[in-house]
Nanobody, 126 residues
Framework: QVRLVESGGGLVQAGGSLRLSCAASGRTFSSYATGWFRQAPGKEREVVAAISRSGGSTYYAESVKGRFTISRDDNAKNTVYLQMNSLKPEDTAVYYC??????????????????WGQGTQVTVSS
């Protein structure tokens, strides 16, 4: 079992930046394919970015390409990050990290993940 805890959300003006963190207890992130998802009110949860178990492959939703970066620290911090730059009001959502020990490649479907964090709110004002 692994527990995921997100942090780093908050209120930011359009054009600003935030860095989300997802800390894992238990096994290290190098044992998991990991993803960041978001869910806005009234909308389905959607993938934002994902990274393979090896860390060698990444995926970004078209809406965030060039603005968001997913990265992972497998050492003492055992944390996955989502650096978000040039934020837009449409990025407002609850952001979740997710992990799966079963799959190795980049995963973009919510059903591919076994563990989820509790979410962190990101609000971008215009």
């Amino acid at each position: 079992q692994v527990r995921l805890v997100e942090s780093g959300g908050g209120l930011v003006q359009a054009g600003g930046s935030l860095r989300l963190s997802c800390a894992a207890s238990g096994r290290t992130f190098s044992s998991y394919a990991t993803g960041w998802f978001r869910q806005a009110p009234g909308k389905e949860r959607e993938v934002v970015a994902a990274i393979s178990r090896s860390g060698g492959s990444t995926y970004y939703a078209e809406s965030v390409k060039g603005r968001f970066t997913i990265s992972r620290d497998d050492n003492a911090k055992n944390t996955v990050y989502l650096q978000m730059n040039s934020l837009k009001p449409e990025d407002t959502a609850v952001y979740y990290c997710a992990a799966t020990p079963v799959r190795t490649a980049v995963q973009v479907a919510t059903t591919s993940y076994d563990y989820w964090g509790q979410g962190t709110q990101v609000t971008v004002s215009s």
